[in-house]
């Protein structure tokens, strides 16, 4: 049974920062960071492939960095310059298969999933 355990979450002021980790039991071809609100569909924050190739969406460029210990089989995801709208429960995902040099922003692209863990950005 794959497992994927995030950490990190928790409650900050804007313009602060997180930084989420990801362990899992499975050496993926890439991973993703993704988050969601209720209400809305799970959006793709961050994704990386098994040679550190990292991929962000528009609304986290230049503020997050996704970033992985191989040896270690941990996700990480640093979170800079915080804005309310970065409020929301965010997931580790992991792919299975052979795509080694993949980068997907897409949850369809991703078969195991973790449990999340809440961010709160709020003054």
């Known amino acids: 049974q794959v497992q994927l355990v995030e950490s990190g979450g928790g409650s900050v002021q804007p313009g602060g920062s997180l930084r989420l980790s990801c362990t899992a039991s499975?050496?993926?071809?890439?991973m993703g960071w993704f988050r969601q609100v209720p209400g809305k569909e799970r959006e793709g924050v961050a994704a990386i492939n098994s040679i550190g190739q990292p991929k962000y969406s528009d609304s986290v460029k230049g503020r997050f960095t996704i970033s992985q210990d191989k040896a270690k089989s941990t996700l990480f995801l640093q979170m800079n310059s915080l804005k309310p709208e970065d409020t929301a429960m965010y997931y580790c995902?992991?792919?299975?298969?052979?795509?080694?040099?993949?980068?997907?922003?897409?949850?369809?692209?991703?078969?195991?999933w973790g449990q999340g863990t809440q961010v709160t950005v709020s003054s």
């Open positions: 995902a992991a792919a299975s298969g052979t795509a080694i040099f993949r980068r997907s922003l897409v949850p369809d692209d991703y078969y195991y």
């Open positions: 499975y050496s993926s071809p890439y």
